[in-house]
């Protein structure tokens, strides 16, 4: 694979993840859980890294 689609499916990978941490921790929780939804931002910190990588 080449480094761009790498950096690509990781980024979108990260982003699917990140959203799913939110989801979980904000609406399946008995109250609102703050690592989920700290952890689901870092992820999207990490795949604006990726993405800024990329170019």
């Not at 690509?8 to 699917?16: N, S």
């Not at 979980?24 to 800024?52: E, H, V």
């Amino acid at each position: 694979m080449k480094r761009n689609k790498v950096l690509t499916t990781a980024a979108v990978l990260l982003i699917i993840l990140g959203i799913a941490m939110i989801y979980i921790g904000g609406f399946y929780a008995p109250k609102i859980m703050l690592p989920p939804i700290i952890t689901g931002i870092g992820f999207f910190i990490i795949a604006w890294a990726l993405y800024a990588l990329k170019k």
